[in-house]
């Protein structure tokens, strides 16, 4: 199917399941950063992050014989908050692996999405096999937390709707992550004389950042746009911070992923 | 003047140097709260907090000749940084009295925004001796942080905003702190069927709570929201999620003060 109508259908698809989230600007921050930046703020997501439109558009393109024996995945993140809730928004079983030392804090949020959490040692061979014994008891059906098209294509609408709201972005920044998002986030930029970057091969450059850069990036958001913001999507703006020439004048557009960040262990 | 054309000036007024700030809402925050609750987020507001719209409709209302010696206030937080913005924004100059232990982070806001700090020793008279030492110097108007009319009305278009964009609320809670707020938006209030809760007494209702019920509405609302809100805005949610019977299935507007958070001291 065609890129761009595959897009279209998944972003109708998902539609009624997910927020179209604010963008926010400051003026601060784009005189610090020499540009004009559009934070698109996933964090206010449902569940609190952007992995809710890939797991939504996933789940409702499985069949009704697929649906009824539930869905499964296996993490430690987000990715299991956002499986539960949208199989529960959608009335399908959640099963969810989970490594032995997940956070309490997750756990508990999965449950509350209605996820039913299976603990193992906290390996990959360890979740695989979990996971696959599950499926062979259930049937239920895997929803891969990266690689899938579909759930790429839903984690492509956050891109989408920034540049259908904003139509004068001319570059756009997501961080690499599992790569699902900035394989999404490249879709919705295609042929649209928008530039991408964060990771490779699909998007034209990489900037990397050093872990001190990441949390003053953070910092500035948190203090100067007043919202909660993971590290990972700090990524991208202290990219931003870093190389000003490369973005000097540019309106740029980020991608802030989530926000679901444990308040006990701040690095500041 | 009647109070309803007052305040309809006040907003149209001051309209084009503040943000309409958004209206958050989370079906998470409404199931443990048990009613509907609409943030109204002031910590998005120029300068970080709602102290821009009462400052910059003050400002306003002085006449050119008034405006020309420029405009002064004593603050050691954010109605000093207020003063300095919207001056600024309105081409004025603007003196700044600051106890001489106000934290260097404010100060510097303070002087990011343009104002001219004075610093004398800190107690509430030698403040009020430095201010009419620099008023009798220069003809500077002096603003009060509340007990000024023009303030109240601008403070008050917030709420104003928020019973507009939201007909169906019936409660409106706003912080105590220097009564400006919470008068605005008793005002605004007014003749709506609307009711205020936060003071008294032009209010109908005070709910006292402590420290850790603050602190904990501050968290639930961080983590769940993923805004960053003073503590002393999150003492509305705590009345909230203290006196249950009181909102239940009530729909509740709160007014978010600011966002102006020291992240090196947070109380978790």
């Not at 098209?149 to 904003?166: M, P, R, S």
């Not at 900037?207 to 953070?218: C, F, L, P, Q, T």
């Amino acid at each position: 199917m065609l890129y761009k109508k595959a897009l279209e259908e998944a972003h109708f698809r998902i539609s009624r399941y997910i927020h179209r989230t604010e963008v926010l600007q400051s003026s601060l921050i784009n005189t610090i950063a020499g540009c004009e930046v559009f934070f698109k703020c996933e964090n206010f997501q449902k569940m609190g992050a952007f992995k809710m439109r890939g797991a939504c558009n996933a789940i409702l393109q499985l069949s009704e014989e697929e649906r009824a024996n539930g869905v499964i995945t296996h993490s430690s993140g987000n990715m299991a908050q956002a499986v539960s809730l949208a199989a529960r928004s959608l009335g399908v079983k959640a099963y969810i692996v989970m490594p032995s030392n997940a956070p309490e804090v997750k756990k508990s949020a999965v449950r509350d999405y209605g996820g039913e959490i299976t603990e193992c040692i906290p390996t990959i061979e360890e979740r695989e096999k979990a996971t696959n014994a599950i499926i062979a008891k259930t049937g239920a059906s895997f929803i891969h937390p990266s690689n899938d098209l579909n759930v790429i294509l839903g984690q492509a609408t956050a891109a989408k709707e920034l540049l259908i709201d904003y139509t004068e972005i001319d570059t756009v920044l997501a961080p690499v992550g599992g790569g699902g998002l900035l394989a999404g986030t490249a879709l919705a930029c295609l042929h649209r004389n928008v530039t991408c970057m964060g990771g490779e091969p699909m998007v034209e450059k990489i900037i990397r950042v050093e872990e001190d850069e990441i949390i003053h990036a953070m910092r500035l958001i948190w203090e100067r746009m007043k919202i909660i913001i993971e590290p990972s999507c700090a990524v991208p703006f202290a990219a931003v911070l870093k190389e000003p020439d490369t973005f000097k004048d540019k309106k740029v557009g980020i991608i802030i992923t989530g926000g679901n960040v444990d308040l006990s262990k701040l690095p500041f």
